[in-house]
């Protein structure tokens, strides 16, 4: 990880920036900048995907980012046949539970049918432009943001 996020905390009002990868801003502005982090907790391991100020498996303070692996394994998967009507026309589509290298768990879109996923498959994370359904339902602040899709390895 660059040092340029070394320093980063959110223990006071004063902390709040939009720089800051513990606010959703500044997450989303380090994975435009093609940094995908998380909170490390330093007394448990777990990884806080996006970061938060504090622990949610342990209440720990003590926390650091860091950079987060792209490669990871399916851990759960669903078929979505009736999404939001903004995604009408991108149905039916593939969401999983990803755990990346690191421990971290998230929940993307699979870039695949749902026939041809299964658990434990591996996949790789990806950072994109969001397309013409994200962008109809983000908010305005929220369309600069980038989306992740995961993608399988073969
Ligand atoms: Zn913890």
Redesign the pocket.
């Known amino acids: 990880m660059s040092d340029e996020y070394a320093d980063y905390a959110l223990e006071s009002p004063a902390d709040v920036t939009p720089e800051n990868p513990y606010t959703l801003p500044g997450f989303f502005a380090a994975m435009a900048d093609g940094q995908f982090l998380a909170a490390r907790?330093t007394?448990?391991?777990?990884r806080l995907v996006p970061p938060r100020p504090a622990?949610y498996?342990?209440?720990?303070r003590a926390l650091e980012l860091e950079e987060q692996p792209r490669e990871g394994t399916v851990v759960s998967y669903t078929e979505v046949r009736n999404p939001p009507s903004a995604f009408a026309d991108e149905a039916p589509y593939t969401v999983a539970v990803v755990e990346l290298d690191s421990g971290a768990r998230l929940t993307g879109r699979v870039d695949a049918p749902y026939e041809a996923v299964a658990i434990d498959d591996p996949v790789r994370l990806t950072i994109q432009e969001p397309g013409p359904a994200e962008l109809e339902v983000a908010r305005e602040y929220e369309e600069a943001w980038p989306i992740h899709v995961f993608e399988p390895l073969e």
């Open positions: 907790c007394d448990c391991e777990t622990c498996a342990c209440g720990s």
